[in-house]
């Protein structure tokens, strides 16, 4: 079935550098999209989250970006900190499809100090 | 403020024997999630609840089941657990805010 994928599996960033975490979906009938920070050992959390009938979405030190056009959303995480080190996934929620959501496979991002 | 547990958090067993997960939410939310992690899979969903009594099938539910009879409970089982369930489980509840999930810690299970 359609599902939500990413083109980098692991990111390296410098400490204090903005990091972008793309993903691309394939379902265009998804009309809300989430991110998940995971950290070692934990479960996801909730980072931010955007609908269809938006752009761009920005949270504290976080931007999400989504073109429809060609069904990509990115995460932008700015001046990158050590406690960013996680896994990021990007989620999809369709119209109706009550809470659930469809993740993709995670981004792991790697900050250098 | 529990929020949401899952227990045990590692349990090793053995092919052929049934497990029982268990995960507790204090907040009364409404929907219930059950996903498997996996290396390369990312986060799988197996069975989900939108309230007690009521359940149903994700994508990956064979050799799994589920009940719901609390609102606060969402107890995962193995039936006859195979090497391939060897996996980090995760319960996972939501309220009304579409789309997002608490996550409970996970259990690490290893089937022998």
């Known amino acids: 079935g359609e599902s939500v994928g990413l083109h980098l599996p692991t990111l390296s960033v410098q400490e204090g550098d903005n990091s972008i975490i793309n993903c691309a979906y394939s379902?265009?009938?998804?009309?809300?999209f989430i991110w998940y920070k995971q950290e070692s050992g934990k479960g996801p959390q909730f980072i931010i989250d955007i609908r269809s009938n938006m752009d761009k979405r920005q949270g504290q030190r976080v931007t999400v970006l989504l073109n429809k056009t060609v069904k990509h959303l990115s995460l932008q995480i700015a001046a990158t900190q050590p406690g960013d080190s996680a896994v990021y996934f990007c989620a999809e929620n369709l119209s109706g499809g009550y809470q659930k959501v469809t993740f993709g496979i995670g981004t792991k991002l790697q900050v250098i100090p | 403020d529990a929020g949401i547990t899952q227990s045990p958090r590692y349990k090793i067993t053995e092919t052929g024997r049934q497990v029982t997960l268990m995960c507790h939410q204090t907040?009364?939310?409404?929907?219930m999630f059950w996903y498997r992690q996996d290396l390369g899979h990312g986060l799988r969903l197996i069975y989900y609840s939108a309230a007690a009594d009521i359940t149903d099938k994700g994508e990956v539910p064979d050799g799994y089941v589920v009940s719901r009879s609390k609102t606060e409970n969402f107890p995962l089982t193995l039936e006859s657990a195979t090497r391939s369930q060897t996996s980090v489980y995760f319960c996972a509840s939501s309220n009304w805010e579409r789309g997002k999930q608490y996550f409970g810690p996970g259990t690490r299970l290893t089937v022998t």
């Open positions: 907040w009364s939310h409404s929907y």
């Open positions: 379902n265009s009938a998804s009309d809300y």
